[in-house]
C-alpha cells in the first residue's frame, strides 16, 4: 500500500493506492494520526487506488471518524471503486460516512 498525503483549501487529502487489509490498515491507521496529531482536522482519504478494504480498514475509517468529531472537524472519503463501495454498503458504513464521487465534490461539500 502507498500513501501520498497533500494539502488543498485547507485539507488534508491522503490518496492510498493498493490493498487496506490486516497487513497494511495499521500503515494508514499511523499516517491518519500522524496528520490529526499536527492539528489537520479536515481529512479526506481519496480511495481511487483502493482495490480492496478488510474489516481491519473498516475499524481504522470508524476509529478516524470517531477522532474527528470536534465542531469545524471534516472526514470524508472519495473516489471508491465500485467493489470498496459495495463493501462499506454492505457493512453499513455508507450512512456513516461523507462518501464523495471526486476529491473536488467532497471538499465543495465542506
Known amino acids: 500500500m502507498d500513501i501520498t498525503t497533500t494539502n488543498k483549501d485547507n485539507a488534508t487529502i491522503l490518496s492510498i ?16 494520526n500522524k496528520e490529526i496529531d499536527a492539528g489537520h482536522r479536515k481529512v479526506l ?4 487506488g483502493v482495490s480492496y ?5 473498516l475499524r481504522v475509517l ?13 472526514f470524508s472519503i472519495c473516489s471508491l471503486s465500485p467493489e470498496v463501495l459495495k463493501i462499506l454498503k454492505l457493512a453499513g458504513f455508507t450512512s456513516i460516512f461523507s462518501i464523495y464521487p471526486s476529491e473536488a465534490e467532497s471538499l465543495a461539500g465542506w
Open 62 to 74: 470508524l476509529a478516524t471518524a470517531k477522532k474527528l468529531k470536534t465542531p469545524g472537524d471534516k
Open 53 to 57: 478494504i478488510s474489516s481491519g480498514g
Open 17 to 32: 493506492a493498493g490493498r487496506v487489509d490486516t497487513a497494511t490498515a495499521p500503515l494508514l491507521e499511523q499516517a491518519i
Open 45 to 48: 482519504l481519496n480511495f481511487s
